[in-house]
């Protein structure tokens, strides 16, 4: 059990719609990162928070966005749901605020299937 | 479990044996690379990592050597035991503070 915890552990919805999806870091952490991961692109980075301000910005669509509370725990947002968002998606937390030098604990991930 | 991949190179093993996963890396100003474990239906985990300035380190039962020349990075895991099944992939950060991870390699022990 790496520590962080995320919400739901699936998700099934239909195109169109919007959804959210919680993460929980490990205790002192305060680095959020949201990943995603597909079958056919790999692990993909999204976005990192680090206390609660935006700190790096990956392949994220507009259609997406997330926030960091300030209890650190943290919110991806898609909207506009399409059938390709289909995916993984992982949260992962670390203490500090770089990705390198920085371990990552990962999350046990949400399945999202849109329809 | 959850597959993470229906089309990644697979490397079958026995148990007891070593094995070598191999990673090519894009960015030659990469200067930080991990190598992440993650099974079936869970997150990834974390390995091993290297810097740039190393070209080898050693952890438990894992190597992972770092070839810049050739931009190359391979993990070896010696005594290959059943619970080392899992998809292994490499990660790079290319020094714009983010990571860019590869698409992984299913590693596959038999009893």
């Known amino acids: 059990d790496s520590g962080v915890t995320q919400t739901p552990k699936h998700l099934i919805t239909a195109t169109g719609q919007r959804v959210t999806l919680r993460c929980s870091p490990r205790s002192g952490d305060l680095s959020v990162y949201w990943y995603q991961q597909s079958l056919d692109q790999g692990l993909q980075f999204l976005i990192q928070y680090y206390n609660g301000e935006e700190r790096a910005k990956g392949n994220i669509l507009e259609r997406f966005s997330a926030q960091q509370f300030p209890d650190l725990h943290s919110e991806l947002n898609l909207s506009s749901l399409e059938l390709g968002d289909s995916a993984l998606y992982f949260c992962a937390s670390s203490e500090g605020p770089g990705q390198a030098y920085n371990e990552q604990f990962f999350g046990p991930g949400t399945r999202l299937t849109v329809l | 479990g959850e597959s993470v991949g229906l089309h990644l190179p697979t490397l079958s093993v026995q148990e007891g044996d070593n094995s070598i996963i191999n990673c090519a890396y894009s960015n030659s100003a990469s200067d930080y690379f991990i190598w992440y474990k993650q099974e079936s239906g869970k997150g990834p985990q974390f390995i091993i990592d290297i810097r740039s300035n190393m070209d080898k380190r050693q952890g438990q039962r894992v190597t992972v050597l770092l070839n810049k020349t050739v931009k190359h990075l391979s993990l070896q895991i010696a005594a290959t035991q059943p619970g080392d099944s899992a998809v292994y992939f490499c990660?790079?950060?290319?020094?714009?503070?983010?990571?860019?991870f590869g698409k992984g390699t299913m590693l596959l022990v038999s009893p």
């Open positions: 990660a790079e950060n290319s020094g714009y503070s983010t990571l860019t």
